[in-house]
């Protein structure tokens, strides 16, 4: 499971999925975008954000984009969507995808241990947060609240986002 806010999905978030596909030995990876910020963060629309990760992801094999948080109370919390997916997929062994940029917020995260025990973390690396002692190459790092800034000024988002995912927040005035 890859969560996120996804507001907009970018192109270090495909390179994530990418690379788990690549190096992990994973049937597939589930994109989940979350309904409601758990922070109180003000996010787009959860319809525009999950129309955004199949635009971004449209090309990659073995991917999934799941609205599973739709079906859940607020406020989206990992754990319980990992409990949700148990529930769903009882056999599937659950692995939770995260960057190396949020390795130090866990301790804000409902009840990380019970994550960590349910869905043991495949962490990507994020250029400015490597981990020590990690061969893994670091994804660039790449700031979705500068790219809607971007968006919102009109500035160019040439190699952040996909064309695709750009053309469709301009088209729907998402981030003007």
Request: charged letters at 20%; proline letters at 8%.
């Amino acid at each position: 499971m890859y969560g996120g806010s996804f507001d907009p999905p970018h192109v270090a978030h495909t390179l994530a999925v990418a690379y788990v596909l690549a190096t992990q030995p994973v049937d597939r990876v589930l994109v989940v975008p979350t309904r409601d910020h758990p922070f109180g963060k003000r996010l787009s629309a959860f319809e525009h954000r999950v129309h955004m990760c199949e635009l971004a992801l449209q090309d990659l094999k073995r991917v999934e984009i799941s609205q599973i948080e739709q079906e859940l109370p607020a406020p989206s919390l990992t754990l319980r969507t990992l409990e949700a997916l148990r529930a769903r997929y009882p056999t599937a062994q659950l692995r939770l995808v995260i960057g190396s940029d949020v390795l130090t917020e866990t301790h804000a995260w409902h009840n990380f241990a019970r994550i960590e025990a349910l869905a043991p973390p495949i962490v990507v690396q994020r250029a400015g947060h490597v981990r020590p002692g990690s061969d893994a190459p670091a994804l660039p790092e790449i700031s979705s609240t500068e790219v809607r800034r971007r968006l919102r000024v009109g500035e160019s988002v040439a190699g952040l986002l996909t064309p695709a995912v750009a053309e469709y927040a301009v088209a729907h005035a998402l981030y003007a």
